[in-house]
């Protein structure tokens, strides 16, 4: 939860927001109507919906994102509404800040915001450098074809 405080520099500070995903939980009109007012209109709002989705009563007419999200999983399904609303995002997400929290911790320790900027700006680089360590490289090698079948090549 962001404290009323820190919430005013956060907006006037932050960089657009184009995306906004969320679980279930936030699914319905109120939430979208509230990230449109203060986000603004070209926001792309993806939220996974209920077991049970009702289209809204001017769905015909002028179609909601969610009623548009109803339609797309009803004509393909879950998995493929996930993949092409880039719902899929929000997953690796969730594995950043669960990262963050085990190797960084659960709050950032400074005090101003000048300086909570600068220790998430630190230990984003940390992150980015332990990932890079852990991920396996990868070389491509073109095999030698007149030792095809000769057993194993020993250099």
Known sequence: MIHPPFRANWIRSAPPVKLFLADGAYDGEPTVRALIERLGSEIK????????????TDAAQNPSARDRHIVDIAAHGRMAWRTSS???QRS??????????????PKLKARSFENQKTEAKIGVRILSRMTGLGRPNFERFARNPSRVGRGPCLR
């Open 86 to 88: 880039d719902y899929n």
């Open 92 to 105: 690796r997400g969730e594995t950043s800040m669960g990262r963050w929290k085990a190797v960084i911790g």
């Open 45 to 56: 709002v993806t939220i996974p919906l209920t077991e049970n989705p009702i289209l809204s």
